[in-house]
């Protein structure tokens, strides 16, 4: 079961970096490692995705070792408009076809002033 | 391009009444899914569909149902509401693609409250 394992909260301050790091040991050989930002009242919506090492685009940098059975998302400079929740998720063999999505109750990151 | 569409954004329905909860994507995505939030959790799979025709249960389907007729439209039915089915209901949408890569797209949500 690929299930991932995240701190539940976390406290920053406006233009420090972030780094949120998800676990994740049982992870397929072929499976991407996902990372979505939920507001309050909002569909989750997508900010990075990788395979192996860096990823990096313009709201953020995945970080993956080279066993895969972690990952960590920085986000460099947040401000107040990024505290949401994060949420970490790797493939699941769904129950007849394809893969499904498990969304753990992902990382409360609070930005103070 | 709207992306993923959801009505009603509220709904109050009594124990015992049924209600259908609609999604709709104009991306032409193979892959749909339905997912519940209750407070201060995480998100939690209903029911998916891999393409018109074809669905399957998630982790939690118990009182609903579903069913997939066109590739643009997925909609949820309530069958017999409970209080246990308070919760925001999001639909999302991707590409299909092997091991999870891609992105989903979620619509914004409905808020259903069962008195």
């Known amino acids: 079961l690929a299930k991932t394992t995240q701190p539940i909260s976390m406290d920053s301050y406006e233009g420090q970096e972030v780094n949120i790091t998800c676990s994740h040991n049982n992870i397929a050989t072929n499976d991407y490692i996902t990372w979505y930002q939920q507001f309050p009242s909002q569909g989750p919506r997508f900010i990075i995705q990788g395979y192996k090492t860096k990823v990096t685009n313009e709201v953020a940098s995945l970080f993956i070792p080279a066993d895969r059975k972690s990952s960590t998302l920085s986000l460099p400079r947040v401000s107040l408009s990024d505290t949401a929740v994060y949420y970490c998720?790797?493939?699941?063999?769904?129950?007849?076809?394809?893969?499904?999505?498990?969304f753990g109750p992902g990382t409360r990151l609070s930005v103070l002033p | 391009n709207a992306g993923v569409t959801q009505t009603p954004k509220f709904q109050v329905l009594k124990t015992g009444q049924s209600m259908t909860l609609q999604c709709a994507q104009d991306m032409n995505h193979e892959y749909m899914s339905w997912y519940r939030q209750d407070p201060g959790m995480g998100l939690r799979l209903i029911h998916y569909?891999?393409?018109?025709?074809?669905?399957d249960q998630g982790e939690v389907p118990n009182g609903y149902n579903v069913s997939r007729s066109t590739t643009e439209d997925f909609p949820l039915r309530l069958l017999s509401a409970a209080p246990s089915q308070t919760s925001v209901y999001f639909c999302?949408?991707?590409?299909?693609?092997?091991?999870?890569?891609?992105?989903?797209?979620f619509g914004p949500g409905t808020r259903l409250t069962v008195l």
């Open positions: 999302a949408s991707s590409y299909i693609r092997v091991s999870g890569r891609g992105e989903q797209f």
């Open positions: 998720l790797v493939g699941e063999k769904a129950r007849n076809y394809g893969q499904n999505f498990v």
């Open positions: 569909s891999v393409g018109a025709g074809i669905t």
